[in-house]
């Protein structure tokens, strides 16, 4: 007799342990850079679709809580992290707009048992398990080596250089000037900085060309006046361009001639790619082979531009 029940009890909790695991929720934060920006609408696809498909294969409930602030801000950032850790979220993947005001957040959630993953922008000291995203030294440099192309190594280049204290672009622009010097016809003339929303980015282009009308390219680590129409004043053809990111808005720049190059980032793998990395962590886990996952950047031009466009079908929602 003593025997059956334990063989039944044993059976319940084992029927209780497999209903909780089929069951289970986990929560996942994100905290991109800034709402309006597409490619972290992207991203935040990209996430929800890895929380559906990885979902169905662990059995598991997968929900993204989406805790971006409308504007780039690293203290919004900060905050939003700490309100992850405090609602129970069990793993937070950011995009860090300021390493240094991120850092003590990201080891905070950490040592409450909340990891964390970086992606298109990383805070390297940190304790953040792993980083997704473009190599920024040989981002920097491939927009140099295009550019340099195009404008046959001659010619003075100007760096379209968004938020000075994002550490990512700050690399990028160093991959930049170490490969112009690989080209003696080419003059940097300046980095230039500026908030990263498309109307600020125009504005600097426009203000810096007034100044300097010498300026026979641009080497744009980010893509940002490239979201609006006619943000470049000159003729096709007469400045030249390579910019990074290569999003609907921006591919008009490919078809009108004003941009030979786009390099496309997998903007929706961020979003895809983080969750996959915190379910593996959490659920199976697993740490990664490396904590820099390095995603490469696509060429973008007339010749595969049609092509190009039709991802976006599925990235973006309408």
């Known amino acids: 007799m003593q025997t059956i029940l334990l063989a039944a009890l044993v059976l319940a909790f ?3 342990a497999q209903a909780a695991e089929k069951s ?17 609408q992207a991203a935040r696809v990209g996430a929800v679709d890895a929380a559906k498909e990885l979902g169905a294969k662990h ?63 990383d805070a390297p000291a940190s304790k953040r398990f792993v980083t997704y995203g473009v190599d920024d030294l040989l981002c920097g440099a491939q927009v140099m080596d295009e550019l340099a192309k195009i404008m046959n190594g001659r010619g003075v280049v100007a760096i379209l250089a968004g938020n000075q204290n994002a550490p990512n672009l700050q690399i990028r622009v160093r991959g930049v000037r170490e490969a112009a010097k690989k080209y003696p016809g080419i003059t940097i003339r300046d980095a230039y900085y500026h908030k990263e929303t498309a109307q600020d980015a125009a504005a600097k282009v426009e203000q810096v060309m007034q100044a300097n009308p010498d300026i026979t390219g641009w080497a ?11 943000a470049l004043k000159w003729q096709p053809g ?12 921006q591919l008009a720049y490919i078809r009108s001639g004003h ?9 929706y793998e961020w979003g895809y790619k983080s969750v996959e990395h915190l379910i593996s962590k959490i659920v199976l886990k697993k740490d990664p082979v490396a904590v820099k996952d390095i995603s490469a950047l696509i060429p973008v031009t007339k010749d595969n531009v049609d092509a190009f466009a039709k991802n976006w079908d599925k990235w973006l929602p309408k």
């Open 238 to 249: 007469t400045v030249k361009c390579v910019a990074v990111d290569a999003l609907p808005a």
């Open 59 to 121: 059995k598991l409930t997968i929900k993204i809580d989406w805790r971006t602030p409308n504007e780039e801000d690293a203290q919004k950032q900060a905050e939003a992290i700490e309100q992850l850790v405090l609602t129970g979220a069990e793993g937070i993947a950011v995009a860090c707009s300021d390493a240094n005001k991120l850092t003590d957040a990201i080891n905070s959630a950490v040592k409450n048992g909340v990891p964390v993953a970086t992606f298109d922008s």
């Open 259 to 267: 941009v030979p190059v786009l390099l496309a980032q997998q903007c």
């Open 220 to 230: 744009m680590i980010g893509g940002w006046p490239l979201f609006t129409e006619n």
């Open 24 to 40: 289970r929720t986990i929560t996942l934060g994100l905290v991109a850079k800034s709402q309006g920006n597409p490619v972290f």
């Open 14 to 16: 084992a029927s209780v």
